[in-house]
């Protein structure tokens, strides 16, 4: 299955990540990888409760490398293996201005 992942940054052009089925991470391999990218950024939880979905975790992570992390080739492969891993969707859409996840 192919996979396709867009960040969308407020400007600029989008970031378009194309992946197929053997380079998407296990679950459990696209969670440690989020989780890891989520301490190592230092976010705080959108939420009051306290909660932090994968979607979440998914646009924080975006925002902290910034467009200038997704110059990085591989960071961008692993930050598009791990959306795929942790969504499982073919199509996924990260609007980091809006904090929103399609797909």
Known sequence: MKTQVTVL??????????LDGAEVLSSE???????????????????????????DKLIQVAAG??????????????????????LSKALIKVDVGRQAVSY
């Open 29 to 55: 391999a696209a969670r440690r990888w989020l989780d890891e990218q989520y301490v190592q950024m230092q976010c705080e939880p959108l939420r009051g409760s306290g909660k932090v979905l994968f979607a």
């Open 9 to 18: 940054f407020e400007s600029g052009d989008p970031v378009e990540l194309q």
């Open 65 to 86: 490398a910034g467009r200038a992390g997704f110059a990085d080739p591989a960071w961008a492969l692993d930050y598009a293996r791990a959306a795929a891993g942790v």
